[in-house]
């Protein structure tokens, strides 16, 4: 599939065996579409038409949800986060700690003072 979406990196991305189109105005859309459905055609490769979503505004993309120049989690991942066990062991503290802090990006002061991307604020054991 990198082989097929080779030289779309402006407006395409690829994970595996999936694919997004994105652009910045209607008219590039359908032209960005028009031309990854002709490079799959060409590379004889078929698209399953119960997996696509076409001309969304946002769209659930590995676990995200993007559109309109945005970049959010999607529920189901903010819900694990919420829902984890409450630790007990130091071991389960970092992996919570490790869970929580990709979210750092999206959620301002998440760790209040104590963020596990400032190293400086842990104490050495």
Same mark, same amino acid.
């Given at each position: 599939?990198?082989?097929?979406?080779?030289?779309?990196?402006?407006?395409?991305?690829?994970?595996?065996?999936?694919?997004?189109?994105?652009?910045?105005?209607?008219?590039?859309?359908?032209?960005?579409?028009?031309?990854?459905?002709?490079?799959?055609?060409?590379?004889?490769?078929?698209?399953?038409?119960?997996?696509?979503?076409? #001309?969304?505004?946002?769209?659930?993309?590995?676990?995200?949800?993007?559109? #309109?120049?945005?970049?959010?989690?999607?529920?189901?991942?903010?819900?694990?986060?919420?829902?984890?066990?409450?630790?007990?062991?130091?071991?389960?503290?970092?992996?919570?700690?490790?869970?929580?802090?990709?979210?750092?990006?999206?959620?301002?002061?998440?760790?209040?003072?104590?963020?596990?991307?400032?190293?400086?604020?842990?104490?050495?054991?």
């Amino acid at each position: 599939m990198s082989q097929v979406l080779e030289n779309c990196e402006d407006f395409a991305v690829q994970y595996l065996d999936d694919f997004a189109i994105y652009s910045n105005s209607w008219d590039d859309h359908l032209k960005h579409t028009d031309e990854v459905l002709k490079r799959v055609n060409d590379s004889n490769l078929t698209i399953k038409p119960s997996k696509c979503k076409l #001309s969304q505004n946002h769209t659930k993309y590995l676990g995200h949800i993007e559109g #309109s120049g945005s970049r959010t989690p999607a529920e189901v991942k903010i819900e694990a986060v919420l829902d984890f066990p409450m630790p007990t062991t130091k071991t389960q503290v970092r992996g919570f700690l490790g869970s929580a802090g990709y979210y750092e990006q999206y959620v301002k002061k998440i760790f209040g003072n104590y963020s596990p991307s400032n190293k400086s604020s842990e104490k050495k054991n």
